[in-house]
């Protein structure tokens, strides 16, 4: 069976999702006074043209790498008090997760797994110790914990809540950003992975650097994120339910992989391996906030002959790297 937006996301649980993400919306807006304006967070870049706004936020492109970000946009420590007393993380955590957890470990966090394991064979990555950053309900260090294959397993999770949802999973939990996080060259580890988090950053950069901190020489880093140049977000724009108040920056293969080379890492392989993109758009339509009458082309595709050609089409996007769900990995040089 494919993975569907309703079994991760569903749809009897998500209207009082949506209210909790507009108090949340209002909640980052009531302290716009304190944001500041940004260069480029992919190459650095201090122009940039605009885009669109959404929600009260001003989205911007860079010229140079095409990264989209928001621009001025919450500080540090804007965002530290927001996530901390966020009602739509605790209802994710509280609501969705719980009831969406079975088909988020079968769908994704067991092949989320599977190929973290895979990429420590292909590259000869030792299995003594992983650590991820933004660990949200624990799902995945779960599941690698009961796999029995690292000796070492441990989940940052800044979020307080999310934070004791991992505790009391019986997780090794650091409760603070990485970029506090201090560590000894014994206390290394070998794999540092992150899913979904470096799009919600004030400073990417300083994110990158600081992964790369907690590396051994030789070992991986896997980052996971939204392609701001994949399907569903360049077709829907400011409609694109991943364009929200929370997602600050918004990479494409390129401009992360750049990000990531100027931050001395070598990468190895990218790819978006996303399965939703079509569907997404898709379920816009279906709901008449996304309109292909002048499309001829996207109607008979996610429509007129959906049945036959979607998941076709869905496949294509992830051969030619054009998926909204982004992967990279990269290695830190050997000393």
């Known amino acids: 069976m494919k993975l569907t937006e309703n079994q991760i996301r569903p ?3 998500m209207v009082k999702q949506r209210i909790a993400a507009l108090t949340d919306a209002g909640r980052m807006l009531s302290r716009c006074g304190e944001f500041v304006h940004v260069d480029c967070p992919a190459c650095g870049q201090s122009s940039s043209n605009k885009k669109y706004e959404k929600n009260g936020m001003s989205y911007v492109e860079c010229p140079d790498c095409q990264t989209f970000y928001v621009n001025p946009r919450p500080p540090e420590e804007v965002l530290e008090w927001f996530y901390k007393g966020s009602p739509n993380y605790a209802y994710w955590n509280e609501v ?9 470990l079968e769908r994704i966090f067991v092949p989320r797994v599977d190929r973290v394991l895979d990429l420590c064979n292909k590259y000869g990555i030792s299995t003594n110790s992983l650590i991820e950053i933004g660990a949200g309900f624990g799902t995945f260090c779960g599941e690698l914990k009961r796999r029995n294959i690292f000796s070492r397993v441990v989940a940052v999770e800044p979020t307080p809540d999310l934070a004791a949802t ?5 997780m090794e939990v650091i409760e603070c950003p990485v970029e506090r996080i201090q560590l000894r060259d014994d206390e290394l580890f070998d794999v540092v992975v992150s899913f979904e988090v470096i799009e919600h950053l004030f400073n990417p950069k300083v994110f990158v650097a600081n992964m790369a901190r907690l590396l051994k020489p030789g070992g991986i880093i896997l980052l996971v994120c939204p ?8 077709t829907l ?6 364009v929200d108040h929370e997602h600050l920056n918004y990479f494409n293969p390129q401009s992360l992989g750049g990000l990531l080379e100027r931050s ?3 990468v190895l392989e990218q790819s978006t391996p996303g399965k939703l993109d079509a569907e997404l758009v898709r379920n816009k339509v279906l709901d008449g906030e996304f309109d292909v009458g002048d499309q001829p082309f996207l109607k008979r595709l996610l429509i007129d ?11 294509y996007l992830v051969e030619n790297g054009l998926s909204s769900n982004m992967w990279i990995v990269a290695r830190k040089p050997s000393a």
Do not use: M, Y
């Not at 002959?305 to 496949?315: I, R, S, T, Y």
């Open 227 to 234: 392609n701001g140049k994949g399907f569903d977000v360049e």
């Open 166 to 170: 991992c505790r009391g999973r019986s």
């Open 96 to 104: 969705i997760f719980p009831a969406s957890e079975a088909a988020r």
């Open 11 to 13: 749809v009897d649980l």
């Open 305 to 315: 002959e959906w049945e036959k050609l979607g998941e076709g089409f869905q496949d």
């Open 237 to 242: 724009g400011i409609l694109s339910n991943t």
């Open 264 to 266: 001395g890492l070598k």
